[in-house]
């Protein structure tokens, strides 16, 4: 168990829709990045927060964005969602250090 | 951006054998260089890294090794037993709270 928490576990939803994934750091961990784990593009970063702010961007589409609130948990919302969105979706969280912690995912299935 | 090939995609060995899974990365800059293993219906789970100002870490049966001047990097895993067959990862960064890119994966199978 890494500490990181995400949910839910597994979500189900149709083209068009918009989701809300949340993750938990490990306690005491300042930055959240999200990863998306698909089948053709492997794991890709997809944005990182540091203390409430926005750290770095990835390969993120402009229907995805992302908070990180004062007790530290995030969001990633996901909207006007595609078949193609259809992936597992990875939090991963560091204190100061570069040592990253994978949470155990979200499965985001678009029918 | 920085890019990171890793070989084999898949790798098949006998229980007690040795596998080493090998991975190369693009951009001098990158100074960290973790790798994870990946089971079925779960997160990648850190197993060793190692910085750029060390070339060799062994932690038990595992082993990375790095060659800064090639821009090439290495799991070894000795003495595989059948609990390490799963999807193993490489992937670099630039250090501190800096994200990571990865290698495309390796499948290891570890047979009877």
């Known amino acids: 168990d890494s500490g990181v928490t995400q949910t839910p576990k597994h979500l189900i939803t149709a083209t068009g829709q918009r989701v809300t994934l949340r993750c938990s750091p490990r306690?005491?961990?300042?930055?959240v990045y999200w990863y998306q784990q698909s089948l053709d593009q492997g794991l890709q970063f997809l944005i990182q927060?540091?203390?409430?702010?926005?750290?770095a961007k990835g390969n993120i589409l402009e229907r995805f964005s992302a908070q990180q609130f004062p007790d530290l948990h995030s969001e990633l919302n996901l909207s006007s969602l595609e078949l193609g969105d259809s992936a597992l979706y990875f939090c991963?969280?560091?204190?100061?250090?570069?040592?990253?912690?994978f949470g155990p995912g979200t499965r985001l299935t678009v029918l | 951006g920085e890019n990171v090939e890793q070989h084999p995609s898949t790798l098949s060995v006998q229980e007690g054998d040795s596998a080493v899974i090998k991975c190369t990365y693009s951009d001098s800059a990158s100074n960290y260089f973790p790798w994870y293993k990946q089971e079925l219906g779960k997160g990648p789970q850190l197993i060793i890294d190692?910085?750029?100002?060390?070339g060799e870490k062994k932690d038990q049966r595992i082993a990375v090794t790095l060659n800064k001047t090639a821009k090439h990097f290495s799991l070894h895993i000795t003495e595989t037993q059948p609990e390490d067959s799963a999807v193993y990862f490489c992937?670099?960064?630039?250090?501190?709270?800096?994200?990571?890119?990865f290698g495309t994966g390796t499948r290891l199978q570890v047979t009877l």
């Open positions: 927060y540091y203390n409430g702010e926005e750290r």
């Open positions: 190692i910085r750029s100002n060390v």
């Open positions: 991963a969280s560091s204190l100061v250090t570069d040592t990253q912690y």
């Open positions: 306690s005491g961990d300042l930055s």
């Open positions: 992937a670099a960064s630039m250090g501190t709270a800096s994200k990571l890119t």
